[in-house]
């Protein structure tokens, strides 16, 4: 594959950097103590020293302090620095990286392609020229506001990025005896620093270091998950060409999970398949095709044709035979990745699936993972989650599944909201709405009138109403929503998804009532922090839940999201780049109701926040996290207030003296967020989307107001 060849979908013209004399400057901003210096030459066709000189002249740390993580564990916010500024080949440099690889990375890292806005912008190769006489004297501007409002960059920060990998890296040595049991409730997470798309394939890029595994088991987690590519796991004979390094794979696998073993935790495989193949695969393979996407270029393996399932049942069963130290799977089976031909709905295109109820063909997926894994390990744990089932027939699928399986459903899904007096539902990824509501009850009780056992999907840390601070102190809420499952007699939680996998003091909750775990964590502040944190719950009710502001608002980058004087014409996407997309941002909520529910809530937080401050004395390692992480979250919370007022009022001349007022606050809040980051290096990064904003993205959007 040439770069020519990878996804460009709409294309449209890339927007302008006006904040910056030129083009090339804005590139290096972005890059810069990102990658190193010799490697952004290259992509700019400079000298390593030209670079430099023009970084210095723009007021940045010169030489560059650059972690190699970020080429490891970081390269999302790379790709989503330079979306905007460099064309694929460039951008290739950039990395390091073939098209090949690529092009896997934003098909399979997690729906990377979707965060960027199912497009990549048409930019103009940007190549190193000196500056002009009026470019000098823009960047000698440029400066001196860096110098005004950041007069301490240069100076080290108290943490550099990936800073926490270090605090992760060693732990209590694991007690003596303890095992993973399939017995015991299910209390599983994912990592809050794994890279996802091929987790397995780079051994030093530890998802479960020890120190994690210790501060997991010490919360009371016996399981944690990583995805699963089957055709990366094992030997198969009609793509070997995919499956090159499963014998590497396997043997890191098995000794994660033999590793997990000693702390108590087992390990589980997140399996979506059987995974739709690029439609090229076909050429060789027509009697495995099912529905076709050719929007995206890949199609199903059909499920209707025996040597489909024969490939299913195979490949999980040789994975449990050759790592009999995992615990088990967990399926989804209607995803956005393209599997089965119904998974997509489309299953009355294919001509052998058209005539089978969707039911059917899910639990028989299902049902078939299971039988390879025990076939291999009777013991193990297969959990079908009813992620996207729908409820004209998703109770259908509970009566096919094999009793051998599990079911697990998204706990909050259907409850019904009312925010600011507009009524919605939510779908999932709530902390701030606790559930469970109808459409899992129901499920739960079909499964156990089966005698079947049941999880709950819930968030207990973040969700995407928040996600680039490590935790957020909504006790009250998490606290409610465990009850009311243990009440519907729910035991077993999967209490992240790809987000919020830090080893919190949330997490205690699976096992303490609030109050009791308040007092055990902050001691003789308890009382002071209870309320505090009661404070944070009931503003965080006011959040404006709908699954597309979730998805598309700028809470989950905050300050890093550039204002645009005048309309970007770029839809949001999801959980990526919100640009000034505002009916995308409040969904089904009116402009007016939308504002001022992220003020309420961006003011109740803070009220939070001003009885912890007035804690007395040297704040303990408890108390400091608080502080940071939930200072942190009230920047992205009133920043999004602030970008909804701008983008409402922008287009109105009365209202320039609001418009500065705006202006002049996200100022503030960009800055105070640069520094929390500065000191604490969690903060703005999450598994999956890596860092939403480096302490460069925080100093640019000052240039930007």
Known sequence: MQAADLMRGSHPKALDCPHFPTRLQAVIWRNWELVPVARLAAVLEAKPDDIVALAAHMGLRVPPVVRPEWLTRGYVTLIRANWQLLPYQQLLTLLGWTADHLDFTLREDDFLWQKLGNLKPDCPKVVYAPLTDEQRRATEALRALLDQHFPTRRQPDAQSPFAFLDSLAHGAKPP????????????????????????????????????LLARLADRGVN??????????????????????????????????????????????????????????????????????????????????????????????????????????????????????????????????????????????????????????????????????????WDEAVVEKLPPNVELMCTSEEALPTNVGGVAGSVLDYSISQPGPGPKATRLWAKARARGLRTNAKVQLNITWECSAVPWLPAFDLVGEHLTKLSAAGVQGHMVSWTLGGWPSPVLGLLSQAPDRLLTGVYGAHAPVVTEACHRFSTAFREFPFHIGTAYNAPQNCGPRNLLFAEPSGYPATMVGIPYDDLGAWRSIYAEDVFEQQFRKLSDGWKTGLDLLAGIAGKPDAALTDLRSTATAAWCMFRSTYLQVAFVRRRAKPEAKAELLAILDEEIAVAKTLCELARADSRLGFEATNHYAYTTNDLREKVLNC
Not at 183 to 210: H, Q, W
Not at 292 to 297: F, H, K, L, T
Not at 333 to 357: F, I, V, Y
Not at 368 to 385: F, M, N, Q, S, T
């Open 223 to 392: 399981g944690v998950w990583l995805q699963g590519l089957l055709y990366k796991l094992h030997p198969w004979a009609a793509a070997p060409e995919h499956s090159a390094g499963w014998e590497d794979r396997l043997r890191t696998l098995a000794a994660l999970a033999k590793r997990a073993d000693r702390y108590g935790i087992g390990v589980y495989l997140y399996l979506n398949e059987p995974r739709g193949m690029p439609l090229a695969f076909y050429d060789q393979h027509p009697d495995l095709k099912g529905v076709a996407q050719p929007g995206i270029g890949v199609a199903a393996l059909c499920t209707s044709r025996p040597a489909v399932r024969e490939y299913l049942h195979d490949a999980t069963r040789f994975v449990f035979d050759r790592v009999p130290e995992l615990a088990g799977a967990f399926t989804i089976t209607m995803s956005e990745n393209l599997t089965h031909c119904w998974s997509h709905g489309q299953g009355a295109q294919c001509p052998l699936c058209k005539d089978r109820a969707p039911a059917e063909v899910v639990a028989e997926v299902n049902g078939i993972i299971a039988d390879g894994a025990h076939a291999a390990k009777p013991e193990a744990r297969v959990i079908a989650w009813a992620w996207a089932w729908p409820a004209d």
């Open 176 to 211: 003596a005896g303890r095992h993973w049991s399939a017995a015991e409730p299910l209390r599983l997470i994912y990592s809050y620093s794994a890279v996802y798309g091929d987790p397995l394939a780079a051994p030093e890029l530890d998802p479960f270091p020890d120190g």
